[in-house]
């Protein structure tokens, strides 16, 4: 039967609707999701889905999966990479859960650190209060009591895009005992020797005050002073000893923090680069440049150097050797300034040092050993002395001859005076060629995104290179070695975030604790007074101390450290309170997320009994950030990784590709998609991205989710409307199927295999286009299409009815289940409206097993065969339809030319008329005659167009010469025994 037909039934025939098995559905083709999608989230609420799926684990032993939630800041509005995030998550739970695991998901927020600790220091500005006249505690709890907002309503969205998990007790990093964990792990580093304090030069936001780790710094343009800078050799000798005729040159450098050059303390020079002294013989007379000036530069950049000082004419006048710079002692540019008052009068010495190169600059480096990590490794090896000139908020200390009270960059990070008086100071002093801007990356914060300094100030350290304990263990006895040893023993998905990580972790700094602000946990430990960070004794490690402190947080929270009297407490009789100072600043808080396998993998009862997860998942820039600090962490404590597995994602990009900006107006906002189209559809783009790369989404790219969505939703309307009727037939065997069911089965258990492998290596992408393609081509363009005369035109107990309908039955499950973890709303409607069951839901269901005698590869070739053949024969009839000779393809009776002789056998076991959805064919063992149809990529094979001849059944609309010849009018004769 075909709905295509324009024909109407004869008015002297009966009407022979009622007797036909057409589908039947309240399944509306409209979704309308934004509106009944929340009333699936409360039926969810009701039933308690997610504790049912553990109830039945428990009755039902399955083997567990893990993922460890990486946990979201508690301070505003989703975007969409965090719905990115969280339903790749809930699509790995749901999918692991589906496929006979016990998938365990505990949604966590970090909820300590400086971006909520702002947002109330904000409101004090508004009041007019003075932050530091706040007490401590007061200010923690009015913080505590922001993040428990958001946290709230950041659940409440969350829950909204159809992610499950165990929302009633997720994990908080300020919990109590969360917070008592972080503190214990933090002295798992005190009492294994690798915890220091020590003073370097660290990335430091003078906006926010306080020292930032690695992952908390982003890059991004900045237009910076440059400045070549004369550096005079004062004290030169030639490696034999003799008196050199390099004293009285200048060695140049070049940099684009002017502000660094008061606490230059050395040039940096590389041994493998080739250097020359050159001479100025030719400049204007009001250069900076002079006629005559004698340069030491790198030989690659020597004319780029002449360019930039606008010299006319230079010349080199030799070659200058490593072993020749190695003896040079230079003059600071401020030594004997006027007002210098002595600051600068001292020798800068000549330093080796790889990381120079003359692929920008002079090939020589100014070295200040307080502001550059460089620098700051050459001044440890060769004993520089170190500056403390820059303050904690960008200003240079006021007693600082010349520059005192100079500001970097303000409060706002705008550029303020320091550059400029260093400049002017440099110009005066006539030690200047050349200056210049230059717009370049340069480090911003990601929270204040202003630019950031370099500064040396007191930090705590944990040393990865520094022997741990007294451990021997096989993976090595540094935090960096049993880091780099346990990557390799992870899961990278996709696998080049394996190299990432590694080439991080081998290049890595010490890992910086301390953050100078009072919202988070302390670094709850004590230094001897008068002791120097490098003494013995110099930090306090007493377990009893530990064991107390831990108490106390697991009590009344890490406020307990502020409390007054905390020291004496804490100290107890063991220790004399007046001869330790207690430590206040608080750790970065990527050491509290990095420490939440601790507190929620190895300590919660719904954790696992090893504390390691099977998968943690985030977004690439997670290589330095979370996935970085959990590995530093978990090695540091346990000398393993506390994952398995770690799968990253790209970030989200407009439908140009552009980065999502306010200022640009194209950022997409959860709430805008869900309002519009529903979570499903959301959920769905997720699916169809390849989340390893950037993901653009826009509306354009969302109205074309939505069409896959609807095509997708049409195959499912058409199994519920055929299968109303299916619990009163007797179901079929697989061996007594036709071959065009059984060829349905083959595909499924292909599938089935296809599905289970992609959702279990986290390839939604892939899942997800198999079984669209398969529902969308396969099925409702080729099998629905052939067996719809069948399902509605067939006796009730037909075998051929009964089979499609035991294949319906199968396909029904099977594709309710491969789509549930992505179209949570969607297959639950699906389900529910054939089983409305008050406490059923597809979720509580594990995807079907599928037997192994469903495969019967050897069909999947005849079917393709017999595809092939009917892609002529409906191509040809469509020829005719649009010359309208016919209205339908019932009214054909085409002549099917085929040469093969074993494809003719195959297709007249197949009833191939109505696989053509024809009234008649006739097949025909011969070459096609001249002019008959063909398709070029089907050889052998053509169609010469002819009517059906007969009568059309009123019933099924076939023509056919039977019909009128039986007991009800108007029919053929299978309708006319379907009707009895």
Same mark, same amino acid.
């Given at each position: 039967? &075909?709905?295509?037909?324009?024909?109407?039934?004869?008015?002297?025939?009966?009407?022979?609707?009622? #007797?036909?098995?057409?589908?039947?559905?309240?399944?509306?083709?409209?979704?309308?999701?934004?509106?009944?999608?929340?009333?699936?989230?409360?039926?969810?609420?009701?039933?308690?889905?997610?504790?049912?799926?553990?109830?039945?684990?428990?009755?039902?032993?399955?083997?567990?999966?893990?993922?460890?939630?990486?946990?979201?800041?508690?301070?505003?509005?989703?975007?969409?990479?965090?719905?990115?995030?969280?339903?790749?998550?809930?699509?790995?739970?749901?999918?692991? /859960?589906?496929?006979?695991?016990?998938?365990?998901?505990?949604?966590?927020?970090?909820?300590?650190?400086?971006?909520?600790?702002?947002?109330?220091?904000?409101?004090?500005?508004?009041?007019?209060?003075?932050?530091?006249?706040?007490?401590?505690?007061?200010?923690?709890? !009015?913080?505590?009591?922001?993040? !428990?907002?958001?946290?709230?309503?950041?659940?409440?969205?969350?829950?909204?895009?159809?992610?499950?998990?165990?929302?009633?007790?997720?994990?908080?990093?300020?919990?109590?005992?969360?917070?008592?964990?972080?503190?214990?792990?933090?002295?798992?580093?005190?009492?294994?020797?690798?915890?220091?304090?020590?003073?370097?030069? %660290?990335?430091?936001?003078?906006?926010?005050?306080?020292?930032?780790?690695?992952?908390?710094?982003?890059?991004?343009?900045?237009?910076?002073?440059?400045?070549?800078?004369?550096?005079?050799?004062?004290?030169?000798?030639?490696?034999?000893?003799?008196?050199?005729?390099?004293?009285?040159?200048?060695?140049?450098?070049?940099?684009? #923090?002017?502000? #660094?050059?008061? /606490?230059?303390?050395?040039?940096?020079?590389?041994?493998?680069?080739?250097?020359?002294?050159?001479? %100025?013989? $030719?400049?204007?007379?009001?250069?900076?440049?002079?006629?005559?000036?004698?340069?030491?530069?790198?030989?690659?950049?020597?004319?780029?150097?002449?360019?930039?000082?606008?010299?006319?004419?230079?010349?080199?006048?030799?070659?200058?050797?490593?072993?020749?710079?190695?003896?040079?002692?230079? $003059?600071?540019?401020?030594?004997?300034?006027?007002?210098?008052?002595?600051?600068?009068?001292?020798?800068?010495?000549?330093?080796?040092?790889?990381?120079?190169?003359?692929?920008?600059?002079?090939?020589?480096?100014?070295?200040? *050993?307080?502001?550059?990590?460089?620098?700051?490794?050459?001044? %440890?090896?060769?004993? @520089?002395?170190?500056?403390?000139?820059?303050?904690?908020?960008?200003?240079?200390?006021?007693?600082?001859?010349?520059?005192?009270?100079?500001?970097?960059?303000?409060?706002?990070?705008?550029?303020?005076?320091?550059?400029?008086?260093?400049?002017?100071?440099? $110009?005066?002093?006539?030690?200047?060629?050349?200056?210049?801007?230059?717009?370049?990356?340069?480090?911003?914060?990601?929270?204040?995104?202003?630019?950031?300094?370099?500064?040396? #100030?007191? /930090?705590?350290?944990?040393?990865?290179?520094?022997?741990?304990?007294?451990?021997?263990?096989?993976?090595?006895?540094?935090?960096?070695?049993?880091?780099?040893?346990?990557?390799?023993?992870?899961?990278?998905?996709?696998?080049?975030?394996?190299?990432?990580?590694?080439?991080?972790?081998?290049?890595?700094?010490?890992?910086?604790?301390?953050?100078?602000? $009072?919202?988070?946990?302390?670094?709850?430990?004590?230094?001897?007074?008068?002791?120097?960070?490098?003494?013995?004794?110099?930090?306090?490690?007493?377990?009893? %101390?530990?064991?107390?402190?831990?108490?106390?947080?697991?009590?009344?929270?890490?406020?307990?450290?502020?409390?007054?009297?905390?020291?004496?407490?804490?100290?107890?009789?063991?220790?004399?309170?007046?001869?330790?100072?207690?430590?206040?600043?608080?750790?970065?808080?990527?050491?509290?997320?990095?420490?939440?396998?601790?507190?929620?993998?190895?300590?919660?009862?719904?954790?696992? !009994?090893?504390?390691?997860?099977?998968?943690?998942?985030?977004?690439?820039?997670?290589?330095?950030?979370?996935?970085?600090?959990?590995?530093?962490?978990? &090695?540091?404590?346990?000398?393993?990784? *506390?994952?398995?597995?770690?799968?990253?994602?790209?970030?989200?990009?407009?439908?140009?590709?552009?980065?999502?900006?306010?200022?640009?107006?194209?950022?997409?906002?959860?709430?805008?998609?869900?309002?519009?189209?529903?979570?499903?559809?959301?959920?769905?783009?997720?699916?169809?991205?390849?989340?390893?790369?950037?993901?653009?989404?826009?509306?354009?790219?969302?109205?074309?989710?939505?069409?896959?969505?609807?095509?997708?939703?049409?195959?499912?309307?058409? @199994?519920?409307?055929?299968?109303?009727?299916?619990?009163?037939?007797?179901?079929?065997?697989?061996?007594?199927?036709?071959? @065009?069911?059984?060829?349905?089965?083959?595909?499924?258990?292909?599938?089935?295999?296809?599905?289970?492998?992609?959702?279990?290596?986290?390839?939604?992408?892939?899942?997800?286009?198999?079984?669209?393609?398969?529902?969308?081509?396969?099925?409702?363009?080729?099998?629905?299409?052939?067996?719809?005369?069948?399902?509605?035109?067939?006796?009730?107990?037909?075998?051929?009815?009964?089979?499609?309908?035991?294949?319906?039955?199968? @396909?029904?499950?099977?594709?309710?289940?491969?789509?549930?973890?992505?179209?949570?709303?969607?297959?639950?409607?699906?389900?529910?409206?054939?089983?409305?069951?008050?406490?059923?839901?597809?979720?509580?269901?594990?995807?079907?097993?599928?037997?192994?005698?469903?495969?019967?590869?050897?069909?999947?070739?005849?079917?393709?065969?017999?595809?092939?053949?009917?892609?002529?024969?409906?191509?040809?009839?469509?020829?005719?339809?649009?010359?309208?000779?016919?209205?339908?393809?019932?009214?054909?009776?085409?002549?099917?030319?085929?040469?093969?002789?074993?494809?003719?056998?195959?297709?007249?076991?197949?009833?191939?008329?109505?696989?053509?959805?024809?009234?008649?064919?006739?097949?025909?063992?011969? +070459?096609?005659?001249?002019?008959?149809?063909?398709?070029?990529?089907?050889?052998?094979?053509?169609?010469?167009?002819?009517?059906?001849?007969?009568?059309? &059944?009123?019933?099924?609309?076939?023509?056919?010469?039977? +019909?009128?010849?039986?007991?009800?009018?108007?029919?053929?004769?299978? &309708?006319?025994?379907?009707?009895?």
């Amino acid at each position: 039967m &075909c709905a295509e037909t324009t024909d109407t039934a004869r008015t002297d025939a009966p009407d022979y609707k009622d #007797t036909l098995n057409l589908p039947r559905t309240e399944f509306p083709m409209r979704a309308g999701l934004p509106k009944r999608e929340p009333g699936w989230l409360e039926r969810w609420e009701e039933i308690g889905i997610y504790d049912k799926l553990r109830e039945k684990a428990e009755a039902e032993p399955r083997p567990p999966f893990t993922l460890h939630d990486g946990p979201p800041y508690a301070n505003g509005h989703l975007h969409i990479g965090h719905a990115l995030n969280k339903i790749l998550k809930d699509m790995v739970v749901r999918s692991q /859960q589906m496929m006979g695991n016990d998938a365990r998901y505990i949604p966590g927020w970090d909820c300590h650190g400086l971006p909520i600790e702002w947002k109330i220091e904000e409101q004090y500005r508004q009041k007019g209060k003075n932050k530091d006249e706040v007490p401590v505690v007061e200010l923690r709890r !009015e913080c505590r009591a922001f993040a !428990e907002e958001w946290v709230g309503i950041q659940r409440a969205e969350f829950k909204r895009l159809g992610v499950t998990g165990n929302w009633d007790d997720p994990y908080l990093t300020m919990d109590y005992h969360a917070e008592a964990v972080i503190a214990q792990e933090f002295m798992k580093f005190l009492m294994n020797g690798t915890l220091y304090q020590g003073s370097k030069p %660290v990335m430091w936001s003078v906006v926010e005050k306080t020292a930032l780790a690695e992952a908390e710094v982003e890059y991004h343009e900045h237009q910076s002073h440059t400045i070549w800078v004369k550096f005079p050799v004062a004290r030169a000798v030639e490696p034999t000893g003799a008196r050199s005729e390099l004293r009285g040159v200048n060695v140049v450098i070049w940099t684009t #923090t002017p502000w #660094t050059i008061p /606490q230059n303390r050395a040039v940096a020079f590389n041994p493998e680069l080739s250097y020359g002294l050159y001479e %100025v013989t $030719a400049a204007p007379a009001e250069n900076w440049a002079k006629t005559g000036e004698r340069y030491l530069l790198a030989d690659n950049l020597a004319e780029d150097v002449m360019k930039a000082a606008r010299v006319e004419g230079f010349t080199r006048l030799r070659d200058v050797t490593a072993a020749q710079l190695d003896l040079l002692q230079c $003059a600071h540019p401020f030594r004997g300034i006027e007002g210098g008052e002595g600051e600068w009068d001292y020798d800068v010495p000549m330093l080796p040092g790889d990381h120079v190169t003359d692929e920008a600059g002079t090939g020589f480096v100014h070295t200040a *050993p307080s502001h550059g990590a460089d620098d700051y490794i050459l001044g %440890v090896r060769h004993g @520089l002395k170190m500056t403390h000139n820059v303050l904690e908020d960008g200003s240079f200390r006021p007693d600082l001859p010349l520059f005192g009270g100079a500001v970097i960059f303000d409060h706002k990070g705008k550029e303020k005076d320091a550059n400029k008086r260093v400049i002017e100071a440099l $110009a005066n002093a006539d030690a200047l060629i050349a200056r210049g801007r230059l717009k370049h990356s340069y480090p911003h914060s990601w929270r204040s995104k202003a630019p950031l300094i370099f500064r040396n #100030t007191p /930090q705590w350290f944990v040393s990865i290179d520094r022997k741990v304990g007294d451990d021997q263990d096989a993976l090595g006895q540094t935090i960096r070695a049993r880091a780099l040893a346990a990557i390799d023993t992870v899961t990278w998905t996709p696998a080049s975030g394996r190299n990432r990580i590694h080439s991080m972790m081998e290049s890595r700094p010490d890992w910086v604790l301390s953050r100078q602000r $009072a919202w988070g946990v302390p670094l709850a430990c004590f230094v001897k007074k008068g002791a120097r960070p490098d003494d013995s004794d110099f930090l306090l490690r007493d377990a009893a %101390v530990n064991a107390r402190i831990t108490a106390a947080f697991e009590a009344e929270g890490a406020d307990a450290w502020y409390e007054e009297g905390a020291k004496a407490r804490f100290l107890g009789n063991d220790h004399d309170p007046d001869a330790y100072e207690q430590v206040f600043d608080i750790l970065d808080v990527w050491f509290d997320s990095g420490s939440t396998h601790a507190f929620v993998l190895r300590d919660r009862p719904d954790g696992t !009994e090893d504390g390691i997860a099977d998968l943690y998942l985030e977004g690439t820039d997670q290589h330095r950030g979370w996935f970085h600090s959990s590995l530093l962490q978990s &090695c540091g404590t346990q000398g393993r990784a *506390p994952y398995r597995g770690v799968l990253t994602h790209g970030f989200t990009l407009d439908e140009k590709g552009n980065k999502m900006s306010k200022s640009l107006g194209n950022t997409i906002l959860p709430e805008e998609v869900v309002r519009q189209y529903g979570a499903d559809i959301l959920r769905l783009w997720v699916a169809q991205s390849d989340y390893t790369s950037d993901q653009r989404i826009g509306p354009e790219i969302l109205k074309g989710v939505a069409d896959s969505y609807r095509r997708l939703r049409n195959t499912m309307r058409f @199994l519920l409307g055929s299968l109303g009727d299916f619990d009163s037939i007797e179901p079929v065997l697989p061996v007594d199927m036709p071959p @065009l069911e059984r060829w349905v089965l083959n595909r499924v258990a292909e599938l089935d295999s296809e599905v289970r492998a992609g959702y279990g290596a986290y390839d939604f992408q892939g899942v997800f286009q198999k079984v669209f393609n398969f529902a969308t081509v396969d099925l409702s363009a080729f099998y629905f299409d052939i067996r719809k005369d069948t399902l509605y035109c067939d006796a009730d107990d037909s075998r051929f009815r009964r089979a499609a309908l035991t294949v319906l039955d199968v @396909l029904f499950h099977r594709l309710t289940t491969w789509l549930a973890p992505v179209l949570v709303f969607t297959m639950e409607e699906v389900w529910l409206e054939r089983f409305p069951d008050a406490a059923g839901s597809v979720h509580l269901q594990d995807m079907p097993e599928t037997p192994a005698d469903w495969r019967k590869p050897e069909l999947a070739d005849l079917v393709d065969r017999v595809r092939n053949v009917r892609r002529v024969v409906t191509a040809a009839l469509e020829v005719q339809r649009q010359a309208k000779v016919i209205g339908s393809s019932l009214e054909a009776a085409p002549e099917v030319y085929v040469e093969d002789a074993t494809l003719v056998a195959l297709l007249r076991t197949v009833n191939f008329a109505d696989v053509c959805i024809s009234s008649q064919i006739t097949l025909i063992e011969d +070459v096609a005659p001249e002019g008959a149809f063909t398709l070029d990529d089907v050889p052998g094979v053509g169609v010469v167009f002819a009517r059906a001849t007969g009568e059309k &059944c009123q019933r099924c609309w076939k023509i056919l010469p039977d +019909v009128g010849t039986h007991t009800h009018p108007g029919t053929c004769q299978r &309708c006319n025994d379907a009707l009895g």
